[in-house]
């Protein structure tokens, strides 16, 4: 079977370049830099069927150089899969504070990029009645503190993917959405780009809100990163089978969730009062930041002298 993985370099999308290459399937991995370390380290660890394609899926013209070339690779072939599996997380914090550049950013890789993809390779995939496959985010599933940006753009990719399985069903191919819990992966960033956030998100302020939120509570919210990296898991394979079920399976579900909470927090969101989602994910999540914004803060009040 021949599918299209799109952001192998790393993480999640290197992991399953790996797995569905060791399965046997010829494998058209999608990265960022084709002539980076984590390309050249895929190419080593897989078999010579995998073939790397050069792929910024903001960028058009590398969307059309990809489709000529895996078309060409086919030869008559359609093309049994496309899994959208590139994402960034840009900064988590208050939705107030993030940079509107975040906003856009996040669209532009975990929406546009993967609507602008589906489109080009469509034909290839209605060719073969194949499957579409989307990684979007639990927090793409219910809304998590800290996650505005990264929410939004996975829950308008998760609705493009829902809209998908309803129109592409005619033409025989079958939509799944992957929704993975906090798995250990490169998308939390680095302790440099964790210090580069606050300088940032400062720069961007105007004095009102800088005043309010203070600028220590800025400085800490960099701090959540570390957090979710130690709470992540760093076992991978419930995400890899679950990928590889809708791939294979003759009825695949609409949906997985695959990793810790990925399936409970959605389950609560939708069936729960909202108050009591609210206090959950604010304690789940909101706790990350253990300070308050200046403004919430108790007055202090000076000690009194006594003579």
């Not at 952001?7 to 399953?16: P, T, V």
């Not at 469509?122 to 996650?147: D, E, V, Y």
């Not at 753009?153 to 069903?169: N, P, W």
């Not at 253990?290 to 009194?304: C, G």
């Amino acid at each position: 079977m021949i599918t299209k993985n799109i952001g192998c370099d790393s993480g999640l999308g290197y992991a399953l370049a790996k797995h569905l290459d060791q399965l046997g399937f010829q494998v058209f991995a999608g990265v960022l830099n084709k002539k980076g370390e984590g390309a050249d380290e895929l190419r080593n660890a897989c078999s010579p069927r995998l073939l790397l394609i050069q792929l910024d899926i903001t960028s058009c013209e590398e969307a059309k150089k990809a489709y000529i070339e895996v078309k060409s690779s086919l030869k008559d072939s359609g093309l049994w899969g496309i899994i959208h599996n590139a994402g960034v997380l840009g900064y988590v914090g208050d939705g107030e504070l993030l940079p509107l550049g975040v906003y856009k950013t996040c669209m532009d890789v975990n929406f546009f990029g993967a609507v602008r993809i589906s489109k080009t390779f469509f034909p290839l995939l209605r060719k073969a009645k194949g499957r579409l496959i989307s990684i979007s985010s639990m927090a793409g599933h219910a809304p998590l503190p800290g996650f505005a940006a990264y929410g939004a753009s996975k829950a308008a990719l998760s609705m493009f993917s829902a809209v998908m399985r309803q129109e592409l069903s005619k033409w025989g191919v079958k939509v799944s959405a992957i929704y993975p819990g906090g798995f250990r992966t490169g998308i939390y960033g680095s302790q440099e780009s964790w210090s580069n956030q606050d300088g940032k998100i400062l720069y961007n302020l105007v004095d009102d809100v800088k005043e309010d939120y203070g600028e220590d509570y800025i400085r800490t919210m960099k701090e959540c990163y570390k957090l979710m990296l130690s709470d992540a898991s760093p076992d991978l394979s419930p995400f890899l089978y679950d990928v590889a079920h809708a791939l294979l399976a003759t009825k695949p579900h609409n949906t997985y969730t695959p990793g810790r909470c990925a399936y409970i927090i959605p389950c609560i969101f939708r069936y729960f009062p909202v108050w009591m989602y609210d206090g959950l994910a604010r304690k789940l999540f909101g706790s990350y930041n253990m300070l308050s914004p200046r403004a919430l803060r108790p007055l202090q009040t000076p000690n009194k002298k006594h003579n």
